[in-house]
């Protein structure tokens, strides 16, 4: 049996898995945490403006199962971001993890959690195998690296302003471990203004019974709320490490959305307990993340060298997806392990030539364009979604954007893609 193995079981970990089963591999997803889509349990957000389009492309390409998983569990729709107003809606991240496992367990993915990969076996520019801590191998045809970029203790007291308890657990699970950094190949980080390797995670979380008790009524029923932040706690240094290249809005007020299990506040980047305490309706807040309410975690460093099919450069058969790819937002993580899913299948079956999307195609346009920017390293100094900024701004320009389902759909089919990534390909 063609064996894919996944290691990183984030969201972009979730669709290389369901991708390269749908393709007909055999597929392991090895995850170290206890808990599927990694970073996601906080992220809450999705389908902005421009991702509207990908997502769509996505399922009419015939891989839209983890879309349709976080639509189910959504909260509120059509949610006026100051950045990305059109479409986006926030689901309920406390649900999405057990569904998102749900849907992946399905597919068939054989899941492996609470243990990590700490070493590989390569031959010749191959992978064979990767080692978990306990000694087993699990050998495969092809690998995909969805371990992401988050940072790990050491390298956030190393790079400053981190490690303050987040999301990643490192205290419970250890650090991260990179399957590309272990192979010996090529990664790069995102720089700070300063030169400083990595950039903060740009959002806090609150305990939303802390909070005022009608703040808490207005989020939970309009689904964002814009506290405007009094001057003296506004602080123009958070866009210079912002990681999700957040307008002014961001800064100058605190951006407060209903996630389900918390209140977060998108795009704040860092704020500490006692300033948050003087804001009408936060006196008696506690953060929930990060838990120590100082600075954020680091994240964005280990960004894999790799072409325009997620193949790592250097290597036949390893592949790369989600933040280690070059992206973070949830549609872009998603996107980009579908496609690494289906072309480390595709390279285990011995198919020659990979799926490279056209760019005729919002997602094809777009995986070309920051694979480009990366080749070049200015992606290194900022990120790239659809969803706001320069190529939200591309997308319009060039007539990539539409609210027309139909219309995405047509363009699919003209390009002979329909249904490609549901279909095995031996």
């Given at each position: 049996?063609?064996?894919?193995?996944?290691?990183?079981?984030?969201?972009?970990?979730?669709?290389?898995?369901?991708?390269?089963?749908?393709?007909?591999?055999?597929?392991?997803?090895?995850?170290?945490?206890?808990?599927?889509?990694?970073?996601?349990?906080?992220?809450?957000?999705?389908?902005?403006?421009?991702?509207?389009?990908?997502?769509?492309?996505?399922?009419?390409?015939?891989?839209?199962?983890?879309?349709?998983?976080?639509?189910?569990?959504?909260?509120?729709?059509?949610?006026?971001?100051?950045?990305?107003?059109?479409?986006?809606?926030?689901?309920?991240?406390?649900?999405?993890?057990?569904?998102?496992?749900?849907?992946?367990?399905?597919?068939?993915?054989?899941?492996?959690?609470?243990?990590?990969?700490?070493?590989?076996?390569?031959?010749?520019?191959?992978?064979?195998?990767?080692?978990?801590?306990?000694?087993?191998?699990?050998?495969?045809?092809a690998f995909v690296d969805c371990t992401?970029?988050?940072?790990?203790?050491?390298?956030?007291?190393?790079?400053?302003?981190?490690?303050?308890?987040?999301?990643?657990?490192?205290?419970?699970?250890?650090?991260?471990?990179?399957?590309?950094?272990?192979?010996?190949?090529?990664?790069?980080?995102?720089?700070?203004?300063?030169?400083?390797?990595?950039?903060?995670?740009?959002?806090?979380?609150?305990?939303?019974?802390?909070?005022?008790?009608?703040?808490?009524?207005?989020?939970?029923?309009?689904?964002?709320?814009?506290?405007?932040?009094?001057?003296?706690?506004?602080?123009?240094?958070?866009?210079?490490?912002?990681?999700?290249?957040?307008?002014?809005?961001?800064?100058?007020?605190?951006?407060?959305?209903?996630?389900?299990?918390?209140?977060?506040?998108?795009?704040?980047?860092?704020?500490?307990?006692?300033?948050?305490?003087?804001?009408?309706?936060?006196?008696?807040?506690?953060?929930?993340?990060?838990?120590?309410?100082?600075?954020?975690?680091?994240?964005?460093?280990?960004?894999?060298?790799?072409?325009?099919?997620?193949?790592?450069?250097?290597?036949?058969?390893?592949?790369?997806?989600?933040?280690?790819?070059?992206?973070?937002?949830?549609?872009?993580?998603?996107?980009?392990?579908?496609?690494?899913?289906?072309?480390?299948?595709?390279?285990?079956?011995?198919?020659?030539q990979p799926l490279v999307l056209p760019?005729?195609?919002?997602?094809?346009?777009?995986?070309?364009?920051?694979?480009?920017?990366?080749?070049?390293?200015?992606?290194?100094?900022?990120?790239?979604?659809?969803?706001?900024?320069?190529?939200?701004?591309?997308?319009?320009?060039?007539?990539?954007?539409?609210?027309?389902?139909?219309?995405?759909?047509?363009?699919?089919?003209?390009?002979?893609?329909?249904?490609?990534?549901?279909?095995?390909?031996?």
């Amino acid at each position: 049996m063609t064996k894919v193995v996944v290691v990183g079981g984030g969201l972009s970990g979730c669709g290389a898995a369901v991708a390269a089963k749908k393709a007909g591999a055999e597929v392991t997803l090895v995850e170290r945490t206890d808990m599927l889509i990694g970073v996601a349990v906080r992220a809450g957000e999705t389908n902005g403006n421009g991702w509207l389009v990908g997502q769509h492309e996505l399922r009419f390409l015939g891989g839209g199962e983890l879309f349709d998983t976080l639509a189910s569990v959504k909260l509120h729709d059509h949610v006026p971001f100051p950045d990305a107003a059109k479409h986006g809606y926030l689901y309920d991240a406390g649900r999405a993890e057990p569904a998102i496992r749900k849907t992946v367990e399905q597919s068939g993915v054989k899941v492996i959690m609470e243990i990590r990969v700490v070493d590989v076996v390569k031959e010749n520019g191959r992978l064979r195998a990767v080692k978990l801590e306990d000694g087993r191998l699990i050998e495969g045809d092809a690998f995909v690296d969805c371990t992401g970029t988050r940072g790990g203790i050491a390298v956030c007291n190393k790079y400053g302003k981190g490690c303050v308890m987040c999301l990643v657990r490192c205290f419970a699970y250890g650090d991260r471990v990179g399957v590309v950094e272990k192979a010996g190949g090529k990664t790069a980080s995102r720089v700070r203004p300063d030169g400083t390797p990595g950039m903060l995670s740009s959002a806090v979380t609150l305990f939303k019974d802390t909070l005022a008790p009608e703040l808490k009524a207005r989020i939970e029923k309009e689904g964002l709320v814009i506290v405007p932040l009094p001057k003296e706690l506004v602080d123009y240094d958070r866009m210079k490490i912002m990681g999700g290249q957040r307008s002014r809005d961001f800064v100058e007020n605190i951006i407060l959305a209903d996630i389900g299990p918390v209140a977060k506040c998108f795009g704040l980047v860092y704020m500490e307990q006692d300033n948050f305490r003087k804001v009408p309706g936060f006196e008696n807040v506690q953060v929930e993340d990060p838990r120590a309410s100082k600075w954020n975690h680091i994240g964005h460093i280990g960004i894999a060298s790799r072409d325009i099919s997620l193949k790592v450069k250097g290597f036949e058969n390893l592949f790369c997806a989600g933040e280690k790819s070059g992206q973070t937002s949830v549609d872009g993580v998603i996107i980009t392990g579908y496609l690494a899913g289906h072309n480390a299948a595709r390279q285990a079956f011995g198919v020659e030539q990979p799926l490279v999307l056209p760019r005729s195609l919002a997602i094809g346009d777009f995986m070309a364009f920051v694979t480009e920017k990366l080749e070049t390293g200015e992606a290194l100094k900022g990120v790239y979604r659809m969803a706001r900024g320069e190529y939200w701004e591309r997308m319009q320009k060039i007539g990539l954007y539409t609210e027309d389902v139909a219309r995405v759909k047509a363009r699919v089919a003209e390009a002979g893609l329909s249904g490609v990534l549901a279909r095995p390909v031996k």
